[in-house]
């Protein structure tokens, strides 16, 4: 029997973010600070929530559309760079220059350092524009991803706006954002709300010290309005909570990365494809651990093989909790 998810699968996958990036990935021998440092590597690729989802939907077959502010040579290159690897781009140009950031990865330590510019206040101008490219595309989506968190400046309803038009489309949606951004949008009913462990702490102004308080958190979040919480931890097991109180622990395989960077926006969209796909929630977050182990095994986000993928999503142990 088709699922209302797969009656829709054919129509692409709207990821819904404001700040895309160009990303640099410097790789040391031994990074050290007040130092002179002499990178033995350099690559430059994208990255931002939203673009890190739509390149792992891409490489899974799953048609998708990114969305964001872009602007400038570093715009031009992050355009380029996705439609090159077959993600289609609806981006609202403006007139700063896109973001870089840059991670630092040290050989010696197997620290990874991650430096992130904080993209430009966006305008009123800019998020009117902003809105009317995702609401036309919204009503087309097979799926709508909401991706990241806001800007300085943002409005905080600005997630909730795109959640109300996506439960008045009857389009299921996913958000992975935390604090006053994900609450309002819970209100109407997203699919699924996914964040990690420090996320939740921010987002409750709690520490959550083991799996019971994490378990905890996550049922704030259905109790909401979410349907399903996933709460992943790195490469500790991740928790997945309905709203009817069922919950599973999800261990991922036992890896040695080379950068986790991207990796949570992999899962987002592993889930999102196997949803799409017609498995059941908790299947579709063991193959979206797949590709965020996947991912951790690349240098760069959202690089890595669906077959890879496949086979680390196989080796994840999934346990139903009592």
């Not at 570093?74 to 403006?94: K, Q, S």
């Not at 609401?135 to 959640?163: H, Y």
């Not at 690349?298 to 196989?314: E, H, S």
Request: some cysteine.
């Amino acid at each position: 029997m088709t699922s209302p998810l797969q009656s829709r699968s054919s129509n692409p996958v709207l990821c819904l973010g404001l700040t895309p990036a160009c990303q640099r990935t410097l790789i040391f021998d031994r990074f050290q600070l007040g130092e002179v440092n002499r990178a033995r590597e350099m690559h430059v690729s994208v990255g931002g929530k939203a673009v890190n989802t739509g390149l792992a939907l891409a490489l899974l077959r799953r048609p998708c559309v990114v969305t964001g502010l872009n602007g400038g040579a570093t715009g031009r290159f992050v355009a380029d760079y996705l439609a090159a690897r077959g993600v289609a781009c609806a981006f609202t140009r403006m007139a700063a220059p896109t973001r870089t950031c840059t991670t630092i990865l040290d050989r010696a330590s197997r620290v990874t350092t991650e430096l992130v510019e904080e993209a430009p206040p966006p305008t009123k101008e800019l998020l009117s524009r902003f809105q009317a490219t995702g609401t036309a595309r919204l009503r087309r989506a097979a799926m709508a991803v909401i991706c990241g968190t806001l800007p300085p400046g943002t409005p905080e309803d600005t997630w909730a706006r795109f959640a109300a038009m996506a439960q008045q489309a009857g389009v299921p949606l996913a958000i992975d954002s935390h604090a006053a951004p994900l609450l309002r949008a819970l209100a109407h009913a997203p699919l699924l709300a996914k964040m990690n462990v420090r996320e939740l702490e921010k987002t409750f102004n709690c520490a959550c010290n083991g799996e019971a308080a994490v378990r905890g958190a996550a049922r704030r979040l259905t109790a909401a309005g979410a349907r399903w919480a996933l709460i992943t931890h790195g490469p500790q097991p991740a928790l997945l909570v309905g709203a009817d109180g069922a919950a599973w622990r999800v261990t991922p395989p036992e890896l040695t990365p080379l950068s986790p960077i991207g990796s949570g926006d992999c899962v987002t969209a592993g889930v999102a494809h196997a949803l799409l796909e017609g498995a059941e929630p908790v299947e579709a977050v063991r193959f979206g651990l797949g590709c965020g182990s996947a991912n951790a095994l690349t240098l760069c986000p959202a690089d890595f093989t669906p077959m890879q993928a496949r086979k680390l999503a196989n080796a994840c142990r999934v346990e139903r909790l009592a």
